[in-house]
């Protein structure tokens, strides 16, 4: 058996970091060693998330390079931008990395500058970071020094995606991705619109416009598909944890509801993690809140040209920390589903 | 002036009936004198209902026609096939009627019993019933003895594409409507599915397959353009109140974004209930909770081919109490907007 | 009939300062025509709480004392601490002010400037500011030049506790105060505690060791009873709006709960805001969501020597901007309840 | 080591039912072979509960005597008054019982009838039963043959005030408990009042006049001091899990902060499920969900006479689930805390 890989993560003060820390503490072959946080340094991580008190003993330390070298992987929790900074050293140190921001995720420097509204501090790390969604990259995770984790709509959106698309099945010029995200996806921060008194009983779409998400779901897309054009409007549901992406296409071809769900079926068995439901289903967050589960199902309501998928993700698992420890699993030669067997919490 | 209106309330138990209660309470020429419910009568009102301590004092009663017969207006608020037994006798004693429920929402009597599971009472009254969309029929709601208040999801649908398939700008052939309910819209029946510990914390869709609401809201949309194809997919949001409508639609010609602000702005202009939000809005449920409005705003994502619609409003609202009393006050040659004053409780 | 009554609401950018525009929108005999927040000077006020596009078209002005004392009344919504520096100055002016915050409650400087950390700034006045809880004080607030209105708790406290502390009946040097309040009343600031992914699905007590309105309630009672000794625990629990304080006294003779019953409708008939339930009643928050009310059962379990009191308010009404506006009517010979006649918006 | 235990879990149609599943599902030394349902017979157990698929592939079974009688242990999750009708024939032949509900859980038969409106079917067996508080019958429940699971209030109750009473320190003749619970706690029952959009965001006290926990709790608390007079008042607030008590008892001398610390640190000390949190604590519901943890902090506020503690719970496992699994492992000689060590889910 090998030695337990040691694990650094960075920014554990906010609700990927914690759910990190909840999923690697029952994993049989990794240790968090680890945790920083520059405004939290000396603090005990126990006394930030009361949750870990017995499971964790840690304290947080300043995210200096030298410390974090020391770790075989660092997962970096950070803001947007922050993660660029330090990954150069850390793998020249040898360390692999997993970052659960935007980073990486984008394979143009200048999309992503766009985007994101500043200049990318290491666009040559670009083309060699390794998109970490194992349904479509597992192999080239494995070998990876550094993986850019999926954003959490992305997941969802591609997972429910993907078998239609690969197939050719349907019009790739008209997508239409209508996501509903719980508020923990808008992070631990102190915004107004994030408070219970805002966002509680309230539904709304937001970013309309254009969400950072929409270029990295299209750049996927089109790893498998011609010329998409995808519409992808995000709404804010009153909840804490799960996204639900409601995805539209139309079919180029005739294809009958018996099809479409063997499709699926086909395209995901023996995915550890993708669970296509009957016929009919409707999946629930609630049944794959806390798990690294994506849940899906496939529908062509009134047998028209329509095909509706509906696929449903934790955010903060399958859609960040849950998908980071996938990754780590595959880099690391273990076995896919280590540390990620948990049963949802129901009700 | 006006002698005031008597108004009778067959089924005062459910959410749409204690909403008409209290928006009539607030209504200068409107009063409630009979409420029924077969399973209550002898019990106070405000004892199922403390909301209502000080503000009602009425008693159940049986929904007998004879004590109905003596009111201006009687109101349904009973599960669907249950007004069609009474509103002809209630006609002939002439009596106006505003059937809440779905039993005169549809014009094709074969269409109902398919979709409803029984045969039609009186299918004669369909023809004659007018579908109460004030912003659509307000004229023919004004002459009319029967209305029949249209559904929650088909209120927040049609207002939102009404615009655009008047104008003649989208494919009528590919309208998807993507719609999401507070739980309030599954009524105060004692269900499973609605408990707080199975809807709470929890997002899905339901009903892809087929809605209710699928062929009212095609219906509707059929009067202003010819040979609808529509996907509505349903889902259940957790909260109480509002219905978020999220409606795509292909531009059948290139239309620009400023164009397509002031199509919905010329259109809704002069309506009292519809406030069309500046260009970039995203109106929120929780804004219009209470009230009788829809509030809108569109988008045209990217500057690309498909337009996206956002359309809110309070499912007990204007899904259903409110716009029974703003017909009611058209019915009545009040002014439109009598008792509909209120302003949103927010947070 | 008198001139309508101009309102200035200084710090308007907060949930007690949006509710009382509300509740004033509806006034017939009142009209905001100032609001300020340094903040925001220049933005509609509509376009940060969409609620009341229509309804008020109001302009965030700079808190200049020049243009506040052109109104009759000033209702200060802000933060404790800020009122005091311009009280002074309107008064001189004839303005009447009502101050939501917690400047002018408590009686002694001292124990103000402890409990708020800073030093008072016109102790002066705290001799002449009357505490706006018209239950117990209504004659000295119609003469009022400045009211300090009471804080949320300490209304739903003092009005369960005062018919049994007026009476004697119970000891008052063991009262209890166990009292559960909506995420609203930590107020629209953007802090982490009160994200909806803190505060959600959660409960919890906090400052068990000491809450500001522990001096205030014990203040109050200490009116009506000597040598008040009170231990008060709030609560924070997963809603919006409401406070339920369930209130702990022994009894000192043997009293029935017949009494009890009729110690407390007799207390408070007549009171247009506050409903005692009948017997055995369990009050709840929603039904007195967005209005003045306070309804109150009282319970003697098991016949034992323990009185339990339950007393419900919305703590941003009763406990804020609606009381307010009581002491508003109040101050200008208005009826007590004119803009406060709402049903609560159930569910 | 020992062969895997067979465990069968009668009425596994309710929370408690699928929680038990969930959590014996990452049991390494038990294994569910049987889940009895008398209305779903022959379905899949999975289908109920989409959380479950991937872990556990059963189908319900009638719950006849014979195919139980195959299990090592028994779990009633069942209403009160069913388990009383099969234990005996089970114990007969040889099989343990832990009953979830409330049948084993009073001493007395009398009382029993009197609070659960039944006569006891099987009156003998109450003395023996075991009632399955591991913080005080540790040893006798080691050797049971069955145990009666306490209820979730009871045990945040009992373990909050076991030390103070234990240790003499405070008046027992006027105790009170202030719990607050999820709305789990009424079961996955179709019933009005646990509807979201009555539950939801709402608060109120209910049963305050006698709530069936009541005897439990002054039951187990006579074990350990003499006179317990208890006022116990239970509230519904609008989340899923966790109970949270607030107690309040007169301290007979003067004992400072540090020693109540000191007192809840020693009892406690070493105890797997009990976790005392630091001077000045608050607990909250959200740490301990999904957890077998119970989380207590002890507070004399203003240095007074009265002692508060806070203790908090998950319901539906410290509650019910998770101790059953804890009682489990002592009867069979397992380490305590095998299967319940998980960290809880936060956000």
């Known amino acids: 058996m090998s030695a337990v890989i040691k694990a650094g993560i960075v920014g554990a003060t ?21 945790v920083t946080s520059r405004g939290n340094a000396g603090q005990r991580l126990d006394a930030m998330f009361p949750n870990l008190r ?15 070298a020391a770790c075989d992987v660092v997962f970096f929790a950070t803001p947007n931008g922050t993660a660029m900074g330090s990954v150069p050293a850390l793998l020249d140190a040898g360390v692999r990395v997993i970052d659960l921001a935007a ?35 597992r192999e080239a995770i494995r070998g990876a020094r550094l993986v850019a984790n999926p954003g959490c709509y992305p997941t969802a959106v591609a997972l429910g995606f993907l078998p239609l698309l690969e197939a050719g099945l349907v019009d790739p010029a008209h997508l239409i991705a ?46 498998v598909a011609d010329a998409v054009g995808l519409t992808f409007v995000p ?47 409707h999946p629930e967050t609630r049944s794959v809140r806390g798990t690294n589960r994506c849940s899906i199902a496939v529908h062509r309501p009134h047998d028209a040209g329509t095909v509706v998928v509906l696929s449903v993700i ?19 030669d273990l076995s896919e589903i280590q540390g990620l067997e948990q049963v949802a919490v129901l009700p």
Chains 1, 2, 3, 4 share one sequence.
């Open 14 to 34: 906010g609700y990927t970091g914690v759910e990190l820390i909840r999923l690697l503490a029952g994993h049989p072959e990794a240790e968090v060693t680890v």
């Open 54 to 68: 017995g499971h964790c003993d840690l304290v947080f330390t300043e995210p200096d390079v030298e410390r974090l």
């Open 103 to 137: 980073d990486f995720r984008l394979k143009d420097a200048q999309t992503w500058a766009e985007w994101y509204g500043m200049p990318h501090a290491c666009p040559d790390l670009l083309a060699e970071a390794v998109y970490g969604l194992p349904e479509l990259h």
């Open 178 to 223: 209508d996501a509903k995200s719980g508020v923990s996806g808008a992070g631990r921060k102190a915004e107004v619109g994030s408070l219970l008194c805002e966002a509680g009983e309230n539904f709304k779409a937001y970013k309309v416009a254009g969400h950072r998400h929409w270029p990295e779901i299209r750049q996927t897309l089109n790893q």
């Open 235 to 281: 709404h804010l549901t009153p909840m804490i944890r799960g996204i639900h992406a409601t995805l539209y296409a139309v079919l180029k071809v005739s294809e009958g509801t018996h099809n479409l769900q063997a499709l699926f079926e086909d395209r995901y068995r023996g995915e550890p993690f993708v669970d296509v439901l009957p016929p009919g289903g």
């Open 314 to 332: 934790d955010n903060l698992v399958k859609g960040a920390a849950g998908q980071a420890v996938q990754n780590m699993n595959l880099m690391f």
